[in-house]
């Protein structure tokens, strides 16, 4: 699951290896690119520590350039020109494809033929982007002209964009049961209403990789989600507090909580940590007492815990769970990739077991509405 947090970063979920010995043939990858002449061009495999170089090559006076496509596992691949120039591509062996672009910018102007789930996933990315790019316009125009009411514009554009991924999401994965790039599209599902397509997909998966570990971990996730599905009670959990005291999860009710798990050596979670804080003074003092963001550490010891606590000063409620991974509240919530958060209500039942990150704008606004019910 630790693999997948580290994809989820990239902005894509999943690589899947597969099981036919047809996947170790060796295809090619034509490609020509303008203003690149003489440049290098790389061919790279997503992998937990970075990137590893499968081909080189340079390009001719035209940009003409050609690759082996030595893929032996159908997985998410990368064609590189520059440290941000990046073509994300999902190949297996034996394809042949065929690339063009702008080697400036080849993310926003590549066209690839020869793999339909590169293909797909070409679709699936330009989309989020076109859709993006129009609603960062109308927010730099709006702001322009009625800069006091920015940030109200702000949350209804960030609802656009949520609901806007989402129903797109949905047609996309219903339509793309069978091919691996339905899993990038899952991460802009709402989770809570998406249930019954996602376990589609999950079967679907897993008839066409059964043994494959990262199917296996999405099996898992969705094993996860379903144990506390929305309208569920909240399990009941005791922390110890940095008073010493211990501290009960039933104890917020009649309050919204927004749970982020998190850890003192987990750099994805300190990362989202500075939304958090933004978050939390965007809100009245009347929000502060209908919303509380509960930080649970399961660092493995209580000094590394207060330590970092005390370097962060993140505004809230803070509590610890002995035991770390193996520790009763990470196994009553399933959790086995950092950060997760965990999205409850007023009535103390579950509102999404895998909420969305603090950086999403999207979030704010969610905790506003079941603030205000």
């Known amino acids: 699951m630790k693999f997948i947090q580290f994809l989820l970063v990239l902005g894509v979920l999943f690589s899947i290896q597969a099981c036919s010995d047809k996947n170790k043939e060796t295809g090619v990858i034509h490609g020509k690119f303008t203003n690149a002449n003489g440049i290098t061009v790389y061919l790279q495999r997503i992998v937990e520590n970075g990137e590893e170089n499968l081909d080189s090559t340079k390009t001719d006076g035209d940009g003409n350039f050609t690759l082996k496509n030595n893929a032996n596992a159908l997985d998410y691949y990368m064609v590189r020109t ?30 690839v033929k020869g793999s339909e ?36 514009a702000g949350a209804v554009l960030q609802r656009c964009y949520s609901e806007t991924m989402a129903s797109f999401s949905k047609k996309f994965i219903d339509k793309h049961l069978t091919s691996i790039v339905s899993l990038s599209a899952t991460k802009f599902l709402n989770q809570q209403t998406s249930i019954e397509l996602m376990v589609k997909l999950e079967n679907s998966l897993s008839k066409q990789f059964p043994e494959n570990k990262y199917v296996q971990d999405y099996k898992a996730l969705m094993s996860d989600l379903q144990k506390l599905p929305p309208g569920s009670e909240a399990p009941e959990i005791k922390l110890a507090s940095p008073a010493g005291e211990q501290l009960a999860l039933s104890s917020y009710r009649g309050k919204v909580v927004l749970i982020d798990f998190w850890a003192s050596w987990c750099g994805p979670c300190r990362q989202q940590f500075p939304f958090s804080k933004q978050m939390h003074e965007k809100l009245t003092e009347e929000q502060r007492k209908k919303i509380v963001f509960l930080y649970i550490s399961i660092d493995d010891t209580q000094e590394a815990w207060k330590k970092a606590m005390e370097q962060l000063q993140l505004p809230g409620e803070h509590g610890w769970s002995e035991g770390g991974w193996n520790s009763k509240v990470t196994q009553y919530f399933g959790i086995q990739a950092i950060p997760r958060y965990i999205l409850i209500g007023k009535d103390g039942k579950m509102v999404d077991a895998n909420a969305k990150r603090p950086s999403d704008e999207f979030v704010l606004s969610q905790l506003l509405k079941l603030a205000d019910k």
């Open 82 to 111: 520059g440290p941000a120039n990046v073509i994300y591509l999902v190949l297996k062996g034996g394809e042949t494809i065929e690339l063009s672009g702008d080697a400036k910018n080849i993310e926003h102007s590549y066209t």
């Open 117 to 152: 789930d590169s293909e797909l996933l070409k679709e699936l990315r330009q989309f989020e982007k076109n859709l993006g790019d129009s609603l960062n316009q109308v927010y730099a125009t709006f702001r322009e002209e009625n800069p006091a009411r920015k940030d109200s």
